[in-house]
């Protein structure tokens, strides 16, 4: 599977972004899927993941609250929608895909992730 991540931009504080991961292939339901961003200098952070279903989703902590991930498997995409956007999530966004047999299946592991696509930049102004 090849993933491409788009929508990323310049935006004010307390701005939102909606970022599209778009992926090519028939069996994208089998893959779940992952949002990652890195900070410059900085290890690569699981944001949110969702199952190759969407009926399961993971949440790092301190996005709970804001970040909102979701799919549509006939349109082969994944979004983030990015509310109340602060200057400390200023990153490069990028999806990554893991295959399971098991369509419910959410991985909140780097390790689970084997398809990485390019990232996109997301720039937030205080």
């Known amino acids: 599977v090849q993933l491409q991540a788009s929508g990323g931009g310049l935006v004010q504080a307390g701005g939102s972004l909606r970022l599209s991961c778009a992926a090519s292939?028939?069996?994208?339901?089998?893959?779940?899927i992952g949002w990652f961003r890195q900070h410059p200098g900085k290890e690569r952070e699981l944001v949110a993941a969702i199952s190759g279903s969407g009926v399961s989703t993971y949440y790092a902590d301190s996005q709970k609250a804001r970040f909102t991930i979701s799919r549509d498997n006939a349109k082969n995409t994944v979004y983030l929608q990015m509310n109340n956007l602060k200057p400390e999530d200023t990153a490069v966004y990028c999806c990554a895909a893991g295959w399971s047999p098991r369509s419910s299946a959410v991985f909140s592991t780097t390790s689970r992730y084997h398809y990485w696509g390019q990232g996109t930049q997301v720039t937030v102004s205080s």
């Open positions: 292939g028939r069996t994208f339901s089998s893959y779940a």
